[in-house]
């Protein structure tokens, strides 16, 4: 921290009030490692949260001759805190860009506790949103919320009747995770992007060469994507993923045609938002293969007039069960139920909602 309040103060820019104190942002009193950052190629990382600080997605480091450029800015203020923090021992080369793959809340609410002055990229809808307050008010962020405070309530009560030290330090770990989360996001800002783009913006840094593009609308109205074309590495927060993606927001069928444009660049390496990296462009293509399946049964069955929840208990997508295997305990109910915010979100796209 220190390093960036000299910066700051010699740049006569205000930066956030703990960060002239030094001191660690709220809910970011954690213990140990909050992130473990994977090389990937030279210069290159996934930082993946270790479950000591609440990271629910990953973020890509890329290393220029002089500075570093950050693909996503994490859950909160405090994982982002964290992760900047964990990440000076990595390298020692200031953070100059942040580009946000989409507005959702665990790849964008942590960009307060970047530098001051740090450039911060992103589509014109994702600044929208984020300006608009939506990726705050959206239901998958208060869906969180009301997770955490939820997991709080059942660690006290679990603590209460806990048999052994071991279990009771597991829980008392938990629900500190949680409180850390909520004390943490109780400071939060949305930042607004002050880079746009609509297309394609191309960045030189030192010899590396990073493209950022916006695919077209896809697991949201406006993702970007950063493709390293030397090392033909793709970094797509939520559009591509190695387990099925939240699609409340998708589009269809652009979501599949954007992953067959982005699958044209022959990437050997995909970073994505969540999971671990992936080098089988076959379970890439499945993932396709399954946005365009759903969106076809959808379609077909809307136009026979059945309604959004017939539809999603008439799907059948069981040729995907190997790839996307039921977690534990789902029943068929917890299944149709999933499926039903995305049918509904067909419905609306079909309708021109
Ligand atoms: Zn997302």
């Keep these: 921290m220190r390093r960036w309040v000299a910066i700051g103060l010699s740049l006569g820019l205000a930066g956030p009030a703990w960060s ?31 479950g000591k600080i609440s990271a629910e997605s ?16 994490e859950t909160s203020p405090a994982a982002a805190w964290a992760l900047l923090q964990e990440l000076r021992a990595v390298t020692p080369k200031p953070v100059k860009t942040v580009v946000l793959t989409h507005f959702h809340y665990d790849h964008a609410h942590g960009t307060q506790s970047f530098p001051p002055g740090v450039e911060v990229i992103a589509t014109e809808y994702t600044k929208a949103m984020l300006a608009e307050g939506k990726s705050m008010s959206h239901p998958t962020a208060a869906g969180n919320r009301s997770f955490a405070s939820a997991q709080v309530g059942n660690a006290t ?43 394609r913006l191309t960045l030189s840094r030192g010899g590396r060469e990073i493209v950022i ?35 409340g927001d998708g589009f269809f069928p652009g979501w599949a045609d954007a992953i067959d444009s982005l699958l044209a660049l022959r990437p050997a390496v995909v ?25 076809a049964q959808t379609a077909t069955l809307k136009r026979e007039g059945l309604a959004p ?26 299944v149709v139920r999933r499926r039903l915010g ?7 796209v079909i309708d021109g909602r």
């Design 20 to 50: 002239q104190s030094g001191g660690r942002p709220p809910g970011a009193e954690y213990q140990g490692r909050g992130f473990e950052f994977r090389p990937v190629a030279p210069g290159v990382y996934l930082a993946v949260g270790t």
């Design 58 to 73: 990953n973020a890509v480091i890329i290393e220029g001759d002089r500075d570093l450029l950050v693909v996503d800015s």
């Design 157 to 199: 009560r679990a603590l209460d009747t806990a048999s052994t030290p071991a279990v009771r330090r597991e829980l008392a770990e938990r629900r500190e995770v949680w409180q850390r989360y909520l004390a943490s996001i109780a400071t939060l800002k949305p930042v607004v992007p002050n880079v746009t783009l609509t297309g």
């Design 213 to 247: 593009l916006h695919p077209g609308p896809a697991h949201t109205a406006g993702d970007l994507v950063v493709w390293l074309p030397a090392e033909r590495i793709l970094v797509t927060g939520d559009l591509i993923q190695p387990n099925l993606p939240y699609m």
């Design 271 to 295: 970073l994505p938002g969540h999971g671990d990296a992936m080098s089988d462009m076959t379970r890439v293509e499945r993932q396709r293969d399954y946005l365009r399946d759903i969106y």
């Design 309 to 334: 929840d017939e539809v999603a208990r008439r799907l059948d997508l069981t040729k995907y069960d190997a790839d996307y295997p039921r977690p534990p305990g789902w029943t068929d109910e917890i």
């Design 342 to 348: 995305t049918v509904r979100r067909i419905f609306e």
